[in-house]
């Protein structure tokens, strides 16, 4: 096994150059600008200090850039692993305690592992049983619960609860002890970021600065804010108004830490860390995949995995807690021109210097600010049009959608999520235990065969082709056998009934001994059973078991092959027939012709 297998540095790191060490330098400065500000709100959404969001954003990304393989991720605290941790660690411990910290260190170690073990036995593919509407659903839904978790920052009110409902229902009656300085401060945070994030480009554009430029000058929009509201603090004494202030963060590097290895609470958190696992994996792998793309390069899911749960244990002994690739920093640094995963690494020591020099200003930003900045960046995974979007396409993903919205908001997101997925593995095993299957006939003028439902087509009277839309496995082997029989004792007429198997790439003991079962009852009412575009695959496993020496038919290169053995004068009738223009069939039901 080659070294980079797990070290991709050493591949890229050959050809590391002067201008790679620009490009990745001045990302890195870009996304340090933007990474500050989220780092600190991030930590507080997830109930821990300030500085833990800093100590997240320092050992991790370095352990990423040595592991990873996606050139423009971002690595750090992002919003819905920030509200997870919270949910998690919440039940265990007091926020601001040390068995709090404690827990969430240990969260994030558990995380790594976790990841870890799924990159090295390269398992990355458990993570497709999380849907996408199951997460677009459970995205939208953290998103409001974040966005109400700030209001009561942005009113200097007290606010908790890990539902939108307790949310809400803790805020109503401190509505009238709304602190005006604190309101007046995040009321004009939002309306400045909001406007940022649409508007500021557009003016700079205007004044002749070039579309680059003026993005990244954007996007800094949240430090401005930050600086801005400082000032204020200071020169109108706020604080001693009732603005709630970020308070004294220490200066430094990260401090060794180490993840508790208690049983109990490792037990209590062990759940936890394998959704967060792969919430953020997949949050991190689609962003890494859709940037990739884009500069025509590829990532490896399974090195990623890998790549991530490093980042995880570094967070773990340095002082943060579980971090993933975030969707807006990953933006920011393809914009500005990341070459390789250095990029991260140079982040890393720019929030380093951080940590070490700027921290003394944070003691006066005030948190609505913070508050501000996180109901910002949330409200952009807010889709509620994907609703709609899902009951037009299927109604199935728009229940798995719905439910684990409705779930996350009401019962917390750990609930909401686990219900999603165990809907859509439901729906799964509901689909394919009763698969698509056709009638089928021989489209006139043509060796093509299509359904009887839906085009007008001609069927032998002494032949039954029966298409399957899907592999064969005990959940739905049941079903085949009814609808082979069930049509059978429909066409008294029929002597013999071919399986068309184009779509079926898998036949499983159980269906294998169903289509034996099948075969037999078929030969006892005098009916051959023949099967037509077998893939090879199956036809592999298939010659490995008795049932092709039993079959009482034969196996049919293509359907065609099987109608012009089985009825050759319908076969060749149909294939001399004129080709009709139009579907009169698919037409009339309202169906696509195809």
Not at 74 to 93: D, E, F, H, K, N
Not at 259 to 284: M, R, T, W
Not at 357 to 365: D, G, H, K, M, N
Request: charged fraction near 15%; proline fraction near 6%.
């Amino acid at each position: 096994m080659k070294p980079a297998r797990f070290l991709p540095i050493l591949d890229w790191g050959r050809r590391y150059d002067a201008s790679a060490l620009s490009s990745d330098a001045l990302a890195a400065v870009i996304v340090t600008i933007m990474l500050i500000p989220q780092s600190l709100a991030y930590a507080l959404l997830a109930g821990l200090p300030p500085q833990a969001g800093l100590y997240a954003s320092i050992a991790p990304l370095v352990a990423y850039a040595l592991f990873g393989t996606s050139t423009a991720l971002a690595v750090g605290p992002v919003a819905v692993v920030s509200l997870l941790t919270a949910a998690s660690v919440g039940r265990i411990a007091e926020a601001g305690s040390t068995d709090y910290v404690t827990a969430a260190l240990t969260l994030a170690f558990l995380s790594g592992v976790f990841l870890l073990i799924l990159g090295v036995f390269r398992l990355g593919f458990l993570a497709n049983f999380l849907s996408h509407p199951v997460i677009s659903g459970f995205i939208t839904a953290s998103g409001l619960i974040i966005a109400a978790s700030q209001l009561g920052h942005i009113l200097g009110v007290g606010a908790h609860g890990h539902t939108l409902v307790e949310i809400l229902v803790s805020l109503v009656p401190e509505i009238g002890a709304t602190n005006m300085p604190t309101l007046a401060i995040g009321a004009a945070s939002l309306a400045f970021l909001w406007w940022v994030r649409g508007g500021l480009k557009p003016l700079l554009q205007r004044l002749g600065l070039p579309a680059g430029p003026a993005g990244m000058i954007a996007r800094a929009g949240p430090i401005l804010a930050v600086a801005v509201s400082i000032i204020a603090v200071r020169v109108l004494d706020l604080g001693a108004r009732g603005v709630a202030l970020v308070g004294e963060v220490p200066s430094g590097l990260p401090p060794f830490t180490l993840p508790s290895v208690q049983p109990d609470l490792i037990g209590a958190l062990v759940s936890s860390a394998v959704l967060i696992s792969i919430v953020g994996f997949v949050e991190s792998v689609s962003v890494a995949r859709t940037l990739a793309a884009k500069k025509r390069e590829r990532i490896d899911p399974d090195q990623e995995l890998v790549g991530l749960g490093a980042a995880n244990i570094a967070a773990s002994f340095s002082g943060g807690y579980p971090v993933t690739g975030g969707f807006a920093r990953s933006v920011v640094n393809f914009d500005a021109g990341a070459r390789t995963p250095a990029a991260g690494a140079f982040t890393a020591a720019g929030i380093a210097l951080a940590a070490l020099f700027l921290t003394p200003l944070l003691a006066s930003l005030p948190t609505a600010v913070l508050a501000a900045t996180i109901i910002v960046a949330v409200l952009s995974l807010v889709d509620l049009g994907a609703l709609g979007r899902a009951w037009r396409y299927s109604r199935a993903d728009f229940a798995a959608m719905a439910a684990t919205l409705v779930l996350t908001l009401v019962l917390g997101v750990e609930a909401g999520i686990a219900a999603g997925v165990a809907l859509s593995l439901a729906l799964f095993l509901y689909r394919t235990s009763t698969p698509h299957s056709a009638v089928v006939g021989q489209v006139p003028g043509t060796q093509h065969f299509r359904n009887v439902d839906r085009h007008d087509v001609i069927t032998a009277p002494n032949v039954l082709t029966l298409r399957v839309d899907e592999s064969l496995y005990f959940a739905n082997a049941g079903y085949l056998e009814d609808r082979i029989l069930g049509l059978v004792a429909e066409k008294p007429g029929i002597e013999h009934v071919v399986l068309m198997c184009p779509a079926v790439n898998a036949i499983d003991l159980s269906a294998l001994e169903t289509l034996e079962a099948v075969n037999e009852g078929l030969r006892e009412a005098g009916i051959a059973l023949h099967l037509s575009e077998v893939k090879g695959p199956v036809m592999d496993r298939l010659k490995r078991s008795a049932f092709l020496e039993a079959l009482t038919g034969e196996v049919f290169l293509s359907q065609y092959e099987a109608y012009a053995a089985l009825a050759p004068e319908t076969a060749r009738g149909a294939l001399e027939a004129a080709r009709p223009e139009v579907c009169p069939n698919a037409e009339s039901r309202g169906l696509h012709p195809l």
